[in-house]
């Protein structure tokens, strides 16, 4: 277990140690890349989500609201609520605004050397069945500007669109030794991690709510999913290039450690919900290892328990749609290369992950609300 800059929740890489890594970030090129396909709603019975207008200014009213993260998040909410008629790039990954959206600002305090920070975050209103639904992409995080600015945050989405349930969805680190690339996690609550103190008193913070899981169960659906597309040839390929940027020599089954990188022909989605599971939230990389020193937590990430603790103070329903980015680490390798082998993975697969996830948290709101 370290402590780092975390490469999957966080925008800055791990700090490195010396060049080249230090001037300039790893960039990994792989063969396979297809787009995200068109979403056949029809094989379930059902309609893609509706784009509505979405105001300026003041939240509307609301049933829920979906927040995610990073771009290659937000591509994968983008193609599920708002495109899903059309195929979506490889390139699109990186993408860093959507038509449609809309920034809000309302109350933002000034932050000390926190200039780039002047929004909470950017939103647009979809309607899905019966329900309204927010779609946010935050800005907002516990590493920058703070928790203080992320719990108050989550109060002005609660007090503005008053909503009946918050998602926070997106990538995550693996925590759980069987959980391939791609794995989607659903709880519904989330375990604070608490540096020099005992796992046994790391604060958590859950709900009653539990996912509704009638349209993930359907038959069919497995249609909507998409396999993550990992080849054993990309793989190695990353590996290589991999030891090249680093200066370093580890072979690919030491990286690729108990083949988790490998993605499963159709991913993982687990309702965690009915075990109470928690995921692990942190302010620095902790890494989850195949020594199992995290193995009881769903995943690792950077946000969720705080939005927990404000959802409660705010007396909303919570649940976080966490999809695995980057999976277990290799115990045995220097923790400086079990977070760069780890950012190397979510930068290459992180759309593809994501879009899964987000397909979970639609089924999940639409079998909710209607």
């Known amino acids: ?10 925008h800055p890489p791990p700090a490195a140690a010396a060049a080249p890594e230090a ?30 207008p979405t105001p300026a200014g003041d939240l509307p009213a609301v049933a829920a609201v979906v927040i995610t993260w990073a771009e290659a998040e937000w591509s994968a909410l983008q193609h599920v609520f708002c495109a899903s008629n059309a195929s979506m790039p490889y390139s699109a990954r ?5 038509s449609g959206w809309q920034k809000y600002s309302k109350g933002v305090p000034s932050v000390p050397n926190q200039s780039w920070w002047n929004y909470w975050g950017e939103y647009r209103l979809v309607q899905i069945g019966s329900a309204k639904v927010l779609l946010f992409k935050s800005n907002t995080h516990l590493d920058s500007p703070g928790a203080e600015y992320l719990a108050q945050m989550i109060s002005l989405l609660i007090a503005g669109a008053r909503p009946q349930l918050i998602l926070s969805i997106g990538t995550a680190g693996g925590a759980r030794v069987g959980d391939h690339l791609g794995t989607v996690n659903v709880v519904r609550g989330g375990t604070l991690y608490v540096a020099n103190q005992p796992q046994a008193q790391w604060p958590a913070y859950t709900n009653p709510w539990t996912a509704q899981w009638n349209l993930l169960g359907v038959p069919g659906f497995d249609k909507l999913l998409f396999p993550v ?11 290589r290039q991999f030891n090249t940027f680093y200066h370093s020599s580890y072979p690919f089954s030491e990286l690729n450690v ?39 937590f769903a995943c690792v990430e950077m946000d969720d328990a705080i939005i927990a603790k404000a959802c409660l103070s705010g007396r909303t329903a919570f649940g976080f749609v966490r999809n695995v980015s980057d999976p277990v680490q290799n ?9 760069h082998w780890g950012e ?11 879009y899964n996830g987000a397909l979970a948290a639609w089924a999940i709101l639409s079998a909710q609300f209607n």
């Open 1 to 10: 277990m370290t402590n780092q800059s975390h490469p999957t929740r966080l």
């Open 23 to 52: 001037s300039k970030t790893f960039q990994p090129v792989i063969e396979n890349t297809p787009p995200l396909p068109p979403i056949p709603w029809t094989a379930i019975g059902q309609t893609a989500p509706e784009l509505l």
């Open 94 to 98: 990186s993408t860093s605004s959507w």
């Open 229 to 239: 597309p990992t080849t054993t040839q990309d793989l190695q390929s990353l590996a």
């Open 258 to 296: 108990n083949n988790l990188n490998m993605a499963d022909p159709l991913p993982a989605i687990n309702n965690l919900t009915t075990s109470g599971t928690t995921l692990l939230t942190t302010d620095s990389f902790v890494v989850a290892t195949s020594a199992g020193n995290l193995g009881t």
């Open 331 to 339: 115990a045995t390798l220097p923790a400086k290369f079990q977070g």
């Open 344 to 354: 190397a993975i979510y930068n290459t697969y992180g759309l593809y992950t994501s």
